[in-house]
Structure formats: structure tokens, C-alpha cells
């Protein structure tokens, strides 16, 4: 489990990365950390794993800070910037480099690269000629080395093509499905939902939501059609409703469905569609939320 607790982190005069966050991801769990370029989500993690000391607060991995950890790589996975492994090296050496660290057996190595599809010829190139999806592809080979149980994974979706992102998302699934520990960042919604169980939003540095995908999901309102838009709508701001009105005919409000089918039975207003809120409406949640840190194009 990882535990963090009232964490903050400040730069120079006034600048505040991460204010007073806390969360837990949990054992057996996928845990999406969700937010914008610049939301805090990398800064957090780096605090996690020691790379960046906080003006306060706690980041515990099962009840121990990371840089407590006798050899953290056999129970920590870390992978927060594939572009960061050494570019005169070649794929099997930086792997090589890693298990001899861990006092791991050298067999390890193959398996790594077997997992994480990379071809022979692939580890014996050096990884400044690599594609950023093969160097994704190496970080999280390097990141599961020492079979740990915990991934703590920022971006790692960056650069894989649509086989490789579907790959990724089941190898971690299996391994939160046997018992692991994995926080994932994205600042893309979609690439998050489909394989998180929880989600933890952050803006401006601050947790502005979190739980678990189906409670998001709850509070992400109705979706409602029909061929009279008029008098659905006028029956819904007449029964106080706040609702929004889409271009294709739907309307989004955050009432539940059983609301809005009695209003609309009230009106005598005959509806096409009447469902909870799928992706789309956490998505347009998690845009509101965030709205105040968006850059143009951050998020969609």
C-alpha cells in the first residue's frame, strides 16, 4: 500500500507544486493519479520514491519511506521518464546494470525482455536509437527486474502505439489481479478509466476528487434524449434541474435517471434515451474539475 499523507511541497518564494495532498493506493488495485500538465502528479511521485524531498507531509510504502528500503527495487517498480536511461547503453545492458544492483540472477534479464517484447537485436541496440515506445517498453522492463509488489508508473502509456498501450494495460491488471500495488499517472482520461480502479484527481496541486471509478462515475449525473428537446428541457428547468444541453440532442444534467424519467413522465415528454453517464460524463466531471489548470489541448 501506499500512503500519502498531507504532503506539500513549495519552491522559492510562493510557489506551490503539491498542497497538502493525501491518498491511498491500494493493495490488489490499479490507482489512476489524473490531472493536467502541471498539476502536481510527477512532483508527488518523485516525492514518493525519493527523488524530491517535501517541505512537509509524509509518502510511505507499506509503513516505509522509500529511501528507508534496504533494496527498494525488489519490492518498488519505478518508472517516471523512460527518456531518462542512459543513451550510450544498450537496452540489455541497462537491464544487466540494474540486476547486478539487485543482486538478482542473471536470468532475470531475458525475462525482462521476453515480457516486455523486445527482440534480441532490439537489447543489443543502444538506447539513443530506440523509439520512445521501445524505451517504455525498457522502463517497465527495468521498473518489474525485481519483482516488486508495487509500480509506480508516470506516463508510461507515452509514445506506445494502440497493440502496445492494450499490452500495458493487461500486464498491469494481471499484476494488481495477483496482489500488486500500481499507481499510474496520466493526464489523459481514457487512457486511465479502462483499466483503473480508483482515481485520484489533482489541479493545482490539490486532490479535487477521488475514489473509486464507479462512485466517480455516480456522481457524473444522466444523460437523457428525446424528439421534443423543447419540452424536455423547458419540463427539467421547470422542475429545477441543472442540465446541459449538447448540439446532438442530448442533455447532461447531474440528476440521477430515475429523476429525470419521473419528471419527464410528469411533462408527458416521450424520451429516446435515459442512462446514467458513461466515460463521457466523467470526462466532462474531470475537464470541470481541472478547468482552472488546463492548458489548450492538455486534456482532450
Do not use: C
Not at 493545482?204 to 424536455?232: E, F, N, P, Y
Amino acid at each position: 500500500m501506499i500512503t500519502v499523507e498531507s504532503l506539500t511541497k513549495t519552491y522559492g518564494r510562493g510557489l506551490t507544486a503539491v498542497d497538502d495532498v493525501s491518498f491511498t493506493a491500494s493493495t490488489g488495485r490499479v490507482t489512476g493519479f489524473l490531472g493536467p500538465n502541471g498539476a502536481g502528479k510527477s512532483t508527488t511521485m518523485r516525492i514518493i520514491v525519493g527523488l524530491t524531498p517535501a517541505t512537509s507531509g509524509t509518502a510511505t510504502v507499506d509503513g516505509r519511506r522509500f529511501t528507508d528500503l534496504p533494496n527498494p527495487g525488489t519490492e518498488v517498480g519505478v518508472l517516471l521518464d523512460a527518456s531518462a536511461q542512459h543513451a550510450g547503453r544498450t537496452g540489455r545492458e541497462i537491464l544487466t546494470l540494474a540486476q547486478r544492483t539487485m543482486g538478482l540472477p542473471r536470468g532475470r534479464v531475458q525475462e525482462m525482455l521476453d515480457l516486455v517484447s523486445l527482440t534480441s537485436t532490439e537489447a543489443d541496440r543502444r538506447v539513443k536509437d530506440y523509439s520512445l515506445g521501445m524505451r517504455q517498453r525498457l522502463g517497465i522492463g527495468t521498473a518489474l527486474l525485481g519483482d516488486p509488489h508495487v509500480l509506480i508508473l508516470d506516463e508510461p502509456a507515452n509514445g506506445l502505439d494502440p497493440a502496445g498501450i492494450r499490452w500495458m494495460r493487461d500486464l498491469l491488471r494481471g499484476f494488481a489481479d495477483q496482489g500488486g500495488t500500481v499507481l499510474l499517472s496520466s493526464h489523459l482520461l481514457h487512457e486511465i478509466e479502462v483499466i483503473a480502479d480508483d482515481l485520484v484527481v489533482i489541479g493545482h496541486g490539490r486532490i479535487v476528487a477521488q475514489g473509486t471509478k464507479a462512485d466517480l462515475l455516480a456522481t457524473a449525473g444522466t444523460v437523457v434524449r428525446s424528439r421534443d428537446a423543447a419540452a424536455l428541457t423547458r419540463a427539467m428547468e421547470q422542475s429545477g434541474l441543472v442540465f446541459t444541453a449538447h448540439a446532438d440532442g442530448s442533455v447532461h444534467t447531474d440528476a440521477s435517471p430515475d429523476q429525470v424519467g419521473e419528471i419527464a413522465l410528469t411533462a408527458r415528454v416521450v424520451l429516446t434515451e435515459l442512462r446514467a453517464a458513461d466515460g463521457a460524463g466523467l470526462e466532462e466531471m474531470f475537464l470541470e474539475l481541472t478547468a482552472d489548470t488546463q492548458r489548450e489541448g492538455a486534456a482532450a
